[in-house]
């Protein structure tokens, strides 16, 4: 009995360590990101990161279209299945009309009875997405319990912009007492599989085009980077600009 609860604890300490760092380097952990100042103080931080080999603007279509009923959040269908069976399965390809998203843009994470989602407060195209949420709690909960979520999706480009470092951080505060210790022990580990998931899901269809492009390259023309970027006056939209200067401070030399 001794020895399986110890073995419980130490998986549970292993998972938890997992979801809050996975892939990402303690640089990055310590990192200032968009959206940090929407939660000064959370209590949660998780930090998932992977590189892709792939320019921010082939991985920065697959983002703005993430979402319930959307394109889905590039999670494995086994994962979807077992923790979230609402979900359909995740787009792969990157789909047009869902590339307008902008400053306000609702993404929901559920069936609309739930009424869960996320808005867009962050936006500075092929660089940063950030979305925030207070919705993320069962209805029947939402009059004794308080969350509040922001996820930041950070592109930084690496070796001549040829490829990118790709970032996800979430953070959030939560009550009363028994919200914030489930969310350590059930939320965390969770999102050690999920957050694994989604870097693996948009790094294969970011990488997945022909050699110089071609007939299958899913990378946006020209002109559509350039009407993304019309989309937000100043390239900014919200994005504090200490974020550029971290960014460059993480590409190696």
Known sequence: M???????????????RLGRTYGSTS???????????????????TDHAVTIEAPPGAVWPWLVQMGWGRAGWYTARWVDRLLFPANGPSAERIVPELQDTA????IPDGPPETECGLHVVGLEPERALVLRSNSHLPLSWR???RLDWTWSFVLTPLHGGRHTRFHFRS???TSPWWLTLGGRLVIVPADFVMSRDMLRGVRRRAERRPPG??????????????RMRGGTPGGTSGVDDRHRRGAR?????
């Open 171 to 173: 953070r959030w505060v």
């Open 27 to 45: 640089r990055e952990r310590a990192a200032y990101l968009p959206g940090d100042e929407l939660i000064a103080a959370p209590a949660v931080q």
């Open 143 to 145: 009059d004794r319990a």
């Open 103 to 106: 400053l306000g843009t609702f």
């Open 2 to 16: 001794v020895a399986a609860a110890a073995v419980a604890v130490t998986t549970e300490l292993a998972l938890v």
């Open 213 to 226: 492009g071609g007939p299958g390259d899913t990378r946006p023309k020209a002109d559509e980077r350039r």
């Open 249 to 253: 401070a993480l590409e190696p030399r």
